[in-house]
Each structure stands twice: as structure tokens, then as C-alpha cells.
């Protein structure tokens, strides 16, 4: 995998702009040898060295620490140099061209990362865990990224792989070996581990669906005439100190969107009474994007004042619908409780929020979002998904037809759709794997 006549890339690893440091990272073959150029010499392999960092002329640029870790012990896998300079942009252009002189070529967005992958560093669930590390919305999935990147995702992907493979593999022996008359069919052992893989398959599937949610986060519509309460429900909803109320750059006016955070879940609210038409380009472009963003919300939220006469929603997207029933407060006895679809609350003192809370993260499938959370995509979704329809179509495969070559072959399908998760598709060789595990001829 790991290819030694690669280039020797170059990059600043921190972002451009001006702080105490900047990082230039150098990998490849021959990171140490420009490095040791651009330094009067190369420090020892780990340890941090204060060192001058010097230009193609041998003109001093910056003094700044210097560390060289060698092969295979490195973020990549290859010889890895990284450059602590002052951060600035003039220096960190200065060192990049001082690399790129003596030989480095300039790396490719997340080149390092994919070196990485490629030397087995990580997979590729971590690979992308290290993306979602850095561009995490909140602290609940910050911490769901680095929960992947540990590889615990990985772990538990691959640990339905062996119980999928272990099961084909059984399936294929007694295909193969019919003289050791194995009546697969009404084999419990092999309904026993279907049932594993069907349960550790939900399990993941779960996992991956809250994780693909802190990631992506949860669109929501509101809606309800004006004085209902909006704004004091999404204030609430944003809590003062975590509320990350943002204008959508490019409009002129009344917010259309706001992100704000609901246990740890990045929630966007997109506002209907922004909804308006206007003749102002910017703010038709503003009114389209929320329009689109509504398509693919979630959830409506329906504000609706107690006090008020209970108004017909009209001309409301059609999505799934939560309707808030506001200003409890003012009512001496109010009288429904939370369901699943509708929620007393009073934004003016905080009481049913939780309830509120509660009722949202279930109408969005966001109910066991919480600590302890992986991080997860749509793309690991898809494979979850298709695995899972490969091995239904194995359990009737079994059970209407009797037919074990074709489960033994949507398990292998599902498999390779497992495989894809981590990028891991192990080609095993299968007889191999059977006279080993099923001790034939014994
Ligand atoms: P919007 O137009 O739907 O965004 O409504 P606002 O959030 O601006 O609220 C309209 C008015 O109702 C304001 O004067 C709020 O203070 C008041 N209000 C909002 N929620 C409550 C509530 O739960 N109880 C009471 N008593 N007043 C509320």
C-alpha cells in the first residue's frame, strides 16, 4: 500500500491568517531530507527543537520549533517534518516556498488524511471522523467525532462483518459438504446467528442514524401568526448561553434562518414569517433559500397562542407537524397535557420546554441522541441500509425458498457493503476460512 516513490507534499496545517504559530507539515519520502535543508540540520526523530528555519538562499526566515517524525510512527505513516513557526501568512508563504524549492509539491486538500487511509494509519470512517472533528457544530458532536476517530464506529462495523462473514461461511460448508449433513434449514445455529447480525445490524443502524444527526443536524420549520410567541419559543428553544443565533449573510432583513443548538443536536429554524414577497433580488434569494430549505425540513413547529381563538393552519408546508401551544401562563387551567403531537408551553417562564424538548427529538428521530454518541454519515446510512435489505432477502432466501446459495450470497453482499464503511473489504480466502473455522473431515 504504502508507495515510496510518492511525492513528498507540503502544506500549512493551521489556517491562513495571523496567530502565535503556524505549522508547516511536510510528508513523504524525502520530508526529512528538505527539511534538514531547510534547517542546518534535521532534529531527532520526536523531540521538540528549537530551530532557525531558513530560505532556498539559506537566508534565515523564522526561528520556531521543529519536529521530525520517521516513518511509519507519523500521522501519515510516511516521514512526517512539521514547521512551528510565527503565524503569519508572509512566513508560513516563505517556508512553503522554501519546501516547494527543494522539491515538495504543494498537497491536495486532505492529502495527509488520505495518506493516512492509505497506509492503514486509519480508516476510512476515521479519516472522515477527522473532518467531522474539525467542523463539528457542537460540543455533544465534537465529541461523537472523536468517539469514531478512536475507532469505536469502525470497531463495531467490523465486528458485524466477522458475524455476517462467520455466518456465510457456515452457510457455504454446509452447501459445500453435504456429506457432513448438516440440515441447514432447520440449523438453530443458523437462525441463532441470523438474529445476532439482524440485532447488532439494528443496534448500528440506530447508532448511525443519531450520529448522521448531530453531524447534519435537524431543520425546522416554524409557523403561527404573529404574537403567537415565536420568537420567545425559539429563544427559549436556544437557551441564553448556548443560543448561536446567526443573520443569514445576504439578506437585508427579517432572519429566514437560525441555528441554534438543542442537546447537542445543531437545529436550523427556518422562519415562515420571513416568507414574504418582495421585489428586492437579495431578499428573493433569501425567500428561495428558505423555501428550499424547507423542503427537506423535518419537523413544522406550530405556534399557536392559548389565549387566542385555536386558528386553522393554513397554507403550511406539509411535513410532519408539532404544534406549540403557548402562554400557559396566562391560562388558569390549562388543560391538555404534552403528546407526541402537542405541547403546552409558556415561553415566558420556561414551563413544557422540556416536554418540548423531548416531543421534537422524537418527531425527528433524534430521541437517544445523547453522550456516548459516534459520529456518522449519510453515505454509512446507505450501506447500513442496503445491508440490512441484503440480509432480509438472505432470512426469506432461508425461510421461503430454502435456498442457502442465495443467502449465502446476499450475505456476501452485504459483506462488501459492510466493507465499505471502513474501506476494509477483505477479499478472505473462503476455503480457507472453512476448513480453519469448521474443522471438516474432523
Ligand atoms: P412572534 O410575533 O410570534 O414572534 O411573538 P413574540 O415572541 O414576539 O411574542 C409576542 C408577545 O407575546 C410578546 O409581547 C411576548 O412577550 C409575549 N409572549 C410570548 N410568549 C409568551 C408567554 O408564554 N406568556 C406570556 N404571558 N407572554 C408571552
Redesign the pocket.
Known amino acids: 500500500m504504502y508507495d515510496p516513490a510518492s511525492d513528498t507534499i507540503v502544506a500549512p496545517a493551521t489556517p491562513a491568517g495571523r496567530g502565535g504559530i503556524g505549522v508547516l507539515r511536510l510528508s513523504g519520502p524525502r520530508a526529512g531530507e528538505i527539511a534538514g535543508k531547510m534547517m542546518s540540520s534535521l532534529p531527532a526523530p520526536r523531540q521538540a527543537t528549537l530551530m532557525w528555519f531558513l530560505d532556498h538562499n539559506g537566508q534565515q526566515i523564522d526561528r520556531g520549533i521543529a519536529l521530525y517524525f520517521p516513518s511509519p510512527a507519523s500521522y501519515t505513516g510516511e516521514h512526517v517534518v512539521e514547521l512551528q513557526a510565527h503565524g503569519g501568512p508572509v512566513v508560513l508563504d516563505l517556508l512553503l516556498e522554501a519546501a516547494t524549492a527543494y522539491g515538495a509539491r504543494v498537497a491536495e486538500p486532505g492529502e495527509f488524511t488520505r495518506r493516512a487511509f492509505l497506509n492503514g494509519k486509519i480508516d476510512l470512517a476515521q479519516s472522515e471522523a477527522v473532518v467531522d472533528l474539525i467542523n463539528s457544530q457542537t460540543r455533544t458532536a465534537a465529541r461523537a467525532a472523536a468517539r469514531s476517530l478512536s475507532g469505536r464506529f469502525s470497531d463495531d462495523v467490523h465486528s458485524l462483518i466477522q458475524a455476517v462473514t462467520s455466518l456465510r461461511i457456515y452457510v457455504e460448508a454446509a452447501i459445500d459438504f453435504p456429506e457432513e449433513e448438516v440440515d441447514f434449514l432447520a440449523d438453530v445455529e443458523i437462525r441463532t446467528r441470523l438474529d445476532d447480525v439482524e440485532s447488532q445490524l439494528a443496534t448500528l443502524r440506530r447508532a448511525a442514524r443519531d450520529g448522521q444527526r448531530l453531524r447534519d443536524g435537524v431543520t425546522l420549520v416554524l409557523a403561527?401568526?404573529?404574537?403567537?410567541?415565536?420568537?420567545?419559543?425559539?429563544?427559549r428553544l436556544a437557551g441564553s448561553d448556548v443560543a448561536i443565533v446567526t443573520d443569514r449573510p445576504g439578506t437585508t432583513r427579517d432572519v429566514l434562518r437560525e441555528d441554534i443548538e438543542l442537546d447537542g443536536i445543531p437545529l436550523r429554524i427556518v422562519d415562515t414569517?420571513g416568507l414574504r414577497d418582495s421585489d428586492d433580488p437579495i431578499e428573493m434569494e433569501g425567500v428561495r433559500r428558505a423555501r428550499a430549505a424547507m423542503q427537506s425540513a423535518d419537523l413544522l413547529l406550530h405556534?399557536v397562542?392559548m389565549?387566542g381563538p385555536n386558528p386553522q393552519a393554513t397554507d403550511l408546508p406539509d411535513l410532519p407537524l408539532l404544534t406549540v401551544l403557548?402562554?400557559?401562563?396566562?391560562v388558569t387551567n390549562p388543560s391538555s397535557d404534552a403528546t407526541d403531537t402537542c405541547v403546552p408551553?409558556?415561553?415566558?417562564?420556561g414551563a413544557g420546554f422540556d416536554d418540548l424538548t423531548r416531543a421534537i427529538k422524537r418527531a425527528v428521530g433524534a430521541e437517544t441522541v445523547a453522550e456516548g454518541n459516534v459520529i456518522a454519515r449519510t453515505r454509512h446510512l446507505d450501506a447500513l441500509d442496503r445491508a440490512a435489505e441484503h440480509v432480509e432477502l438472505g432470512r426469506r432466501a432461508l425461510e421461503v425458498e430454502a435456498a442457502g446459495e442465495i443467502m449465502a450470497e446476499e450475505l456476501r453482499q452485504a459483506q462488501n457493503v459492510l466493507g465499505e464503511i471502513t474501506g476494509r473489504i477483505t477479499s478472505d480466502d473462503l476455503l480457507g476460512h472453512i476448513f480453519s473455522s469448521f474443522c471438516i473431515g474432523k
Open positions: 403561527g401568526r404573529p404574537n403567537a410567541g415565536k420568537s420567545s419559543v425559539l429563544n414569517a405556534v397562542d389565549t403557548n402562554k400557559k401562563d396566562l408551553v409558556s415561553a415566558l417562564t
